[in-house]
């Protein structure tokens, strides 16, 4: 999950910049004054290259793809005007990505057949569905617990949750696909 640790922690660094100096100085500071202005959803598509920077490696595939699908969250997360960026939407967007990323690792992990998920499609999607509301509300059950939600997100503070999600997402998918297998 390296890449996606790096991705997280530059976007709360970003997101953690807009709050403090604003979304056009914050964007400037990157020398992407051309988005000024733009909606939330062009900014972020213009940040990918800097919060998850091109590589050949899977895990920067898998930083990136979370990422492009965390902006095509952010309408429906209620995320839409970056000069009026809340506190609260930091953590929603550290939330949608986090989640995202864990979500696509154990993906490729199920695709390198590190677990073996049971044959029916409708026990998959069983499984699915309740591995991505397991992930989300581990995300978001980290982040209180650390206080991050009523509290701005620093990067220090957010890079061991995505590790420590991952495991447990890990073996939770693990336990609930062995029991699948039991069941057939």
């Known amino acids: 999950m390296g890449a996606s640790r790096g991705a997280v ?30 909606s939330i959803e062009e900014v972020f598509t213009g940040l990918v290259d800097f ?3 091109a590589g050949g490696s899977i895990d920067q595939g898998i ?11 952010l309408a429906e997360a209620g995320v839409t005007d970056l000069n009026a960026l809340k506190p609260e939407q930091i953590t929603t967007v550290f939330e949608l990505y986090a989640t995202n990323a864990i979500e696509a690792r154990i993906c490729n992990d199920i695709g390198n057949k590190v677990i073996v998920l049971p044959a029916t499609v409708g026990a998959v999607g069983d499984i699915q569905a309740q591995l991505r509301d397991f992930i989300q509300r581990a995300v978001s059950d980290a982040l209180a617990a650390a206080g991050a939600v009523s509290n701005a997100l620093r990067p220090d503070q957010v890079l061991g949750f995505v590790d420590g999600v991952y495991e447990q997402a890990f073996n939770v998918l693990r336990s609930l696909a062995e029991a699948a297998a039991e069941e057939t």
């Open 9 to 38: 922690s530059r976007l709360v660094t970003f997101l953690s910049n807009v709050n403090s100096v604003g979304a056009a100085e914050a964007l400037r500071s990157l020398n992407l004054g051309a988005l000024v202005g733009r």
């Open 51 to 53: 919060i998850c920077p």
């Open 63 to 73: 930083a990136r793809e979370a990422f492009v699908e965390t902006i095509t969250q």
